[in-house]
């Protein structure tokens, strides 16, 4: 675990290479289904695996080209990142495609399945053996190749993410690990990622709200927002109902999380977790957890902004749009908390130490 630990945390230096991998490979793919190759996992297959991606359904000969293209392209600039190749114009020409690359992959191709498979995945095989909800057939009922290049294409996205921030950070002179500069101000003050942090949680505690009251109202059976027969329907099914309970307690236990990263208990452990009382919270134990949800709650909202939204059925995908405020409102909060608890940068020996900055400005433990 200390060697994984250890490698993660050089990804300055890999990240540029493995983006560039990353690119190869899915170029090497799109050039095979562009000759006419079998597998273009965006090709129309029967509704019940049908994924909710913007490629959905989409033209071999027109798309698959264009993979290939840019696997090529992302293979040279990925090197060229990895290297420290470019400047002026040229800097900036990768730093547009690198970032280009990483929110069409990751925020704009995938689908809700990304969050589902955050939030479900410890339940992945009850419902794949189980019949709840509904009928499947084994776990490749749930995780097929439509769905799984979608994860697939997720992970690049982060790949070129990582390779574009360290190459933008390293253009700018800046430490490429913790983003700092040298000047005084390279850096918002604890105050002030306090004060935007609070706002941004006020507004992810606020959006997964319809969300929330319509599938509890569902499950206590009022058809808020949907038609009778439709609600009948979930009755019927087995689980269908209960699963859309669970995700709205664990959606009302998120936003209980979510306001830790402003809280004196997210910075200290309270009294209540008495093993550890008085302690400093390790901030990767927010910031990590709290950066994948708000990233896979982005495609989740963009794909049901692509729906259309009915008047007697609205609930069904109108409350999930605001899953994109949500996760652009956490991911905010998550950044303003990461910045107000980040210490020394172990690399380039900037900032403050934080354990007695966090235990002076937040006091005893909490109640």
Partial sequence: ???????????????????????????????????????????????????????????????APIMAVCGALGTLAGLAMARGAGNGRGAKALV????????????????????????????????????VPGPQDGLGDIVYWHRTNLVIMFVGGLLWAAATLSYQRKARKCCPHCGRGGGPGARPSRAASRRWGEWAVVVACLAPLPYEVTRIAWYLGYPLGITDDFLRMMRDTPGMLEVGLGAAVASALGGVLTHGLV???????????????????PPALAVVPASVVSVVLVPAGMMNL??????????????????????????????????????????????????????????????
């Fill in 306 to 367: 692509r729906m259309e939204v009915s008047r007697d059925m609205w609930a069904l995908n109108a409350p999930g749009i605001l899953y994109l405020v949500w996760g652009v409102a956490l991911g905010a909060a998550t950044i303003a908390y990461h910045l107000r608890r980040r210490g020394t940068c172990r690399r380039c020996g900037r900032g403050t130490t934080i354990v007695r900055e966090a235990v002076r400005v937040a006091g005893p433990p909490a109640a």
């Fill in 96 to 131: 547009l495609f690198g970032w280009s690359m990483a929110v069409v992959l990751a925020l704009v191709v995938p689908d809700y399945f990304l969050l589902a498979l955050v939030a479900f995945a410890p339940l992945l095989l009850v419902f794949a053996f189980t019949g």
């Fill in 1 to 63: 675990m200390g060697i994984l630990v250890r490698w993660v945390g050089r990804w300055p230096e890999w990240s540029g290479y493995a983006a560039a991998a990353w690119s190869l490979g899915y170029g090497l793919l799109g050039f095979f289904w562009s000759m006419g190759g079998d597998g273009f996992p965006f090709e129309p297959i029967d509704m019940a695996h049908v994924s909710g991606s913007v490629l959905e359904g989409s033209r071999t000969e027109i798309v």
């Fill in 263 to 281: 809280r004196r208990w997210g910075e200290i452990y309270p009294r209540w977790i008495w093993w550890k009382a008085g302690r400093p919270v």
